[in-house]
């Protein structure tokens, strides 16, 4: 697994480490994914220009003047493309010219000898090879490679509903063990170290669900907003520092979150279902942590059930210390 950024110029070869200060530049080329993803669909209606040979690839030939996305397809351009290409589980392989972006996910960047890239190189899960060296490319042009899990990258891209119907495999299944393992750890190290605070926060759980909720709606949405805010306004140091301020927040509210959602869910289930072991804190845990890991195992479901767990994850920790509208009697009650 190699993560590696670098800048064509003089030294075209040498791949450096990934300068997180220089976050605009990777938003912007990043930009081209995110469109991509939204907009794929158009990739059966681009023009006479483009053709599928029996090797599964599509050839663009002549002037395009949109972007070219290959959906499960490499992508072989032979002409000119004015805006940016994409393939999704396949290779982009340039003999011709692309004047903006190139981007494989699940697959390579081949630019040819005598051909020519304007914008940036993007890959996750593949390389990108040149044959002219340097490379014909503007010299402040940027190449962002995250080269790992090539096959399972291009398969999920190839086949997306693999993602919400997971295979049922002896590894997954271990992975899924695993997981409750350190839920289950996780758990039981919190609810050691802070009893009153994990107490409190199932409390309110229990009491106020709805409010939690649209607290952790609207502080998601803010803290999106003002990342992405930040890095296109800000500073380069300032945004990246607003960043990990985030992301800092996001981790920790997910463990504060999923604790206090296994704590009450798992005293739910032994007052409903389970009354061996009622008064046993380590077994309401036991019992939560495993009916959680079951949901975000279930297909099609569990993307929905990580979303609605982040969510009252974040409401939880922006209302760990905020005591307004809960009395304090409410508050002092154990489950």
């Not at 200060?21 to 483009?50: E, M, Y």
């Not at 949109?66 to 290409?85: C, E, H, N, P, Y």
């Not at 993007?122 to 090879?129: A, Q």
């Not at 504060?256 to 798992?266: D, E, I």
Request: hydrophobic share 50%; with cysteine.
């Amino acid at each position: 697994m190699v993560i590696s950024r670098s800048q064509v110029g003089s030294e075209p070869c040498l791949w450096r480490p990934h300068n997180f200060l220089n976050t605009s530049k990777l938003i912007n080329s990043i930009g081209l994914l995110i469109s991509a993803l939204v907009l794929f669909g158009v990739a059966h209606g681009q023009g006479n220009d483009r053709a599928t040979n029996a090797d599964n690839e599509i050839v663009v030939n002549g002037i395009t003047d949109s972007d070219v996305f290959g959906l499960g397809q490499s992508v072989r351009i032979k002409g000119t493309v004015k805006q940016g290409a994409i393939s999704f589980g396949g290779d982009v392989i340039v003999e011709g010219t692309v004047e903006g972006d190139v981007a494989a996910i699940g697959g390579s960047v081949i630019q040819n000898d005598g051909s020519r890239i304007g914008g940036d190189v993007i890959v996750l899960g593949g390389t990108y090879r040149t044959g002219d060296q340097p490379p014909n490319r503007k010299p402040e042009a940027m190449t962002i490679m995250y080269a790992g899990y090539q096959q399972e990258i291009g398969e999920l891209m190839r086949s997306p509903t693999g993602l919400f119907r997971p295979r049922l495999t002896s590894g997954y299944l271990g992975l899924r063990l695993l997981a409750l393992l350190f839920w289950f750890i996780v758990s039981l190290a919190l609810t050691a170290a802070m009893p009153g605070t994990i107490s409190r926060g199932v409390t309110r759980l229990r009491l106020t669900s709805l409010r939690v909720a649209i607290i952790g709606v609207v502080g998601a949405l803010v803290i999106a907003a003002g990342v992405v805010v930040g890095l296109r306004l800000l500073p380069q140091t300032i945004s990246v520092l607003i960043s990990l301020m985030a992301m800092l927040l996001t981790l920790l509210g997910w463990l504060f979150g999923r604790v206090v959602l296994s704590a009450a869910t798992g005293r739910w289930l032994q007052q409903k279902y389970f009354p061996v072991g009622r008064n046993s804190e380590a077994v309401a845990l036991l019992l939560g942590t495993a009916f959680w890991v079951l949901l975000t195992s279930l297909p099609y479901v569990w993307p929905f059930v990580v979303i609605f767990i982040w969510l009252i994850s974040l409401g939880l920790t922006l209302t760990a210390r905020y005591r307004v509208g809960w009395s304090r009697a409410e508050l002092g009650k154990t489950v």
